[in-house]
């Protein structure tokens, strides 16, 4: 099966700004700054960038450009009431001549967010952290996860923006904070297995639980992203479980159709983030989707072959742009990992690409 392959580049600026619509008295009435960063994705045409493979550069110097009047400047100057969701929207106009552009995204914070996705739904999203201990009750004897740990957990709520305001319910940073709060005081510092409906609190069993608490009184909530580790975490939509794996790769590459001179022709590298989507049903006595150490352990051999390597020399490899090597990890992943159907391959923060058996309008931004 070929996977649709989507390129996606990022790009920061900083600026300074104030929300006039924003109600009296609220924080960001006044005039205040932050470091911005964008970040966009779509199928582009094959023909689009200079030549195979420089499609990320290509991309990346677009968003550039198209982020450089905001760069050092006052929002308010370009636009009215320049929210995460405005800037967005300002942004996809912008890019309206980039064949294929799909998501736009805009992050005030690290952990706060608008992804603007091609039907015009923008989701918002909120980043909270809880610490707890956990043990997993079903895992074989011997596993790790059975005897009791703790994790830093992270959770990402998202929210569909557009459907609050037409259900007139104000999806905005502060009021999934005063949603979150109360489940805030319930996780942080407990046994999760203590919980009443916790006794086997995977990621997956997390994320749901989470679910079933936000949706009533969220009704545009669109996913709830759990992260047991920074490299490992679930996801759930409220019908589909979802896990990732994420891995790091310092390797060589050389864009082997680059024209003489370029540098992209030349031998370079990058310190590569790698992840792994699986999706699988929900094993009613383990609860997971997938054991997040099978991923590792199984994935292994393909992570060693391109971990600190020159992949250029790589006969396997058909090129060493983030597109090849997306294409090429998943197909290796499916052949220890049939449940694995995306691979995110980045070279830096928001550039890379995202190969994918799925529909690409239903990607979940992680």
């Known amino acids: 099966m070929t996977p ?23 924080r960001s009435r006044r005039l205040h700054g932050h470091s911005y960063f964008a970040r966009v994705r779509g199928a582009l045409p094959p023909a689009w960038a200079p030549f195979p493979g420089a499609e990320v550069s290509a991309l990346r110097e677009r968003l550039e450009a198209a982020v450089a009047p905001l760069d050092h400047s006052l929002l308010n100057d370009h636009l009215p009431n320049p929210t995460d969701e405005n800037l967005a929207r300002w942004l996809q106009r912008g ?7 799909g998501q736009v995204s805009v992050y005030s914070t690290p952990h706060t967010g608008v992804d603007l996705m091609p039907d015009g739904q923008a989701h918002v999203w909120r980043r909270y952290r809880f610490q707890s201990s956990h043990w997993l009750p079903h895992v074989p004897p011997g596993h790790q996860c059975g005897r009791l ?19 007139d319910l104000a999806v905005d940073y502060d009021h999934l904070d005063a949603l979150w709060a109360p489940l805030h005081f319930e996780l942080n510092y407990r046994c999760l297995n203590e919980l ?29 992203t759990v992260f047991e580790t920074g490299s490992s975490g ?109 691979v995110d391959l980045f070279e830096t923060r928001g550039s890379g690409a995202i190969a994918t058996l799925g529909d690409t309008s239903e990607l979940i931004p992680v």
């Open 196 to 224: 009443p409906g916790l006794d086997n609190p995977t990621s997956e069993r997390i994320a749901a639980w989470l679910w079933a608490r936000l949706k009533p009184v969220l009704p545009s909530l669109s996913w709830v």
């Open 234 to 342: 679930a996801n759930f939509n409220g019908h589909t479980h979802r896990i990732w794996k994420e891995f790091s790769l310092d390797s060589a590459v050389q864009l082997r159709q680059a024209p003489a001179g370029h540098p992209l022709g030349q031998v370079h590298g990058h310190t590569f983030t790698l992840r792994l989507h699986l999706q699988a049903p929900l094993d009613e006595r383990l609860g997971w989707a997938v054991d997040y150490g099978d991923v590792k352990a199984l994935f292994q051999p393909v992570f060693k072959r391109l971990d600190h390597h020159p992949l250029h020399q790589d006969p396997a490899l058909s090129d060493t742009d983030c597109a090849s090597l997306a294409a090429h990890a998943l197909d290796a992943a499916r052949a220890v990992l049939p449940a694995c159907d995306r």
């Open 4 to 26: 649709t392959v989507l390129h996606s580049a990022g790009a920061g600026f900083e600026a300074a700004c104030h929300i006039p619509a924003l109600p009296a008295g609220h």
């Open 149 to 167: 740990h703790g994790h830093g957990f992270e959770v990402i709520v998202h929210a569909n923006q557009t459907l609050g305001a037409a259900d």
């Open 95 to 101: 890019l309206a001549d980039v064949p294929g552009l």
